[in-house]
């Protein structure tokens, strides 16, 4: 259920480009990167000397690193592929983290072995194999452009996310369980701690990146939604949504919680589809009922025969999204 809640939560993070279409990827990063910094310095504040006493030089390199790739670069892709692509097609590349994820994961203590997951894996491939046909024999992008060239952009944005956060999760779940000096809160407020510097220097530089900034000023109403939703996201996605993920990392193995990233899509999805007033095409029903079967199947092959998930060490974290 923490899972499932996390996922809820987590897929409003593609909502929010589309509803802030005019603003370009590079500032949705830095902005929602420095409101979560805002929000983790308030949370930071109460336990300041307690995190600075255990703070090492290898602390601040890897916390750096991990806020870098799993939410700076991370988000500025999956928006770029959101304006290019749309929500549903976005967060279903992005769903093939239940596979990268427990490929990734496959050597780490209270893995299920490689070939029992096998068949429930093939159907989240297929069902990303379903939505890729979708993308490129579906109509214009949400940006109008009917090109197949800015497709193939958007597509390659949202595997530039799927990396980025496949990565983000082994690595920071490796890095908590070598270092248990840290709690997933404590974690938590480091990591959004520099991901708010990382954000304001990319806000910095942008008036400098070619593309990065607005053309022309939007109007002060879209001003005040895009820092609101962006604020919504630090507060909910960043913090809540870390907070729940860390409750239910705790309580299974690492190749699992790949598998429950998925709900994070299957929200995405829905959130999309009210959105744009319309239900899924075939293909896009499809691959939701492929991921959905995949998931379903692997959780069924992590049973340890009790009817429980077998956990992992404590201190064990996957992602912050």
């Not at 259920?1 to 005019?22: C, H, N, Q």
Request: charged share 10%; glycine share 10%; hydrophobic share 55%.
């Amino acid at each position: 259920m923490y899972g499932v809640l996390a996922g809820a939560i987590w897929g409003t993070v593609f909502l929010v480009p589309r509803l802030l279409p005019d603003f370009p990827p590079m500032m949705l990063g830095a902005a929602r990167c420095m409101m979560y910094g805002l929000v983790s310095l308030a949370a930071a504040l109460p336990m300041a000397r307690r995190l600075a006493a255990k703070l090492t030089r290898a602390d601040l390199v890897a916390v750096g690193k991990l806020a870098l790739v799993g939410n700076l670069v991370y988000y500025v892709f999956l928006t770029a592929g959101v304006h290019r692509i749309g929500i549903g097609p976005t967060s279903l590349v992005v769903g093939v983290l239940p596979v990268t994820v427990t490929l990734a994961g496959r050597r780490d203590a209270g893995a299920v072995a490689l070939e029992r997951l096998l068949w429930p894996l093939l159907l989240v491939v297929a069902g990303i194999v379903c939505i890729n046909v979708d993308v490129f024999a579906a109509g214009p992008s949400p940006r109008g452009a009917a090109g197949v060239a800015d497709k193939l952009v958007g597509v390659l944005c949202a595997a530039g996310a799927l990396a980025s956060w496949t990565w983000f999760a082994v690595e920071n779940a490796r890095y908590l369980r070598r270092n248990p000096h840290f709690d997933g809160n404590e974690w938590s407020v480091l990591l959004g701690l520099a991901t708010g510097i990382l954000g304001a220097l990319l806000w910095s530089a942008c008036p400098i990146i070619p593309g990065a900034m607005l053309p022309t000023p939007p109007a002060q109403t879209r001003w005040h939604a895009f820092w609101l939703l962006n604020l919504g996201l630090a507060f909910g996605a960043s913090w809540l949504g870390t907070g729940l993920w860390n409750a239910a990392s705790k309580r299974v193995p690492l190749t699992l919680s790949g598998q429950l990233i998925v709900f994070e899509t299957l929200f995405a999805l829905l959130y999309g589809f009210i959105h744009d007033a319309r239900l899924p095409r075939p293909l896009e029903a499809a691959a939701i009922v492929l991921l959905l079967a995949g998931v379903t199947w692997s959780v069924r092959r992590h049973d340890d025969g009790s009817g429980h998930a077998a956990p992992l060490p404590a201190n064990v974290k996957t992602p912050a999204s």
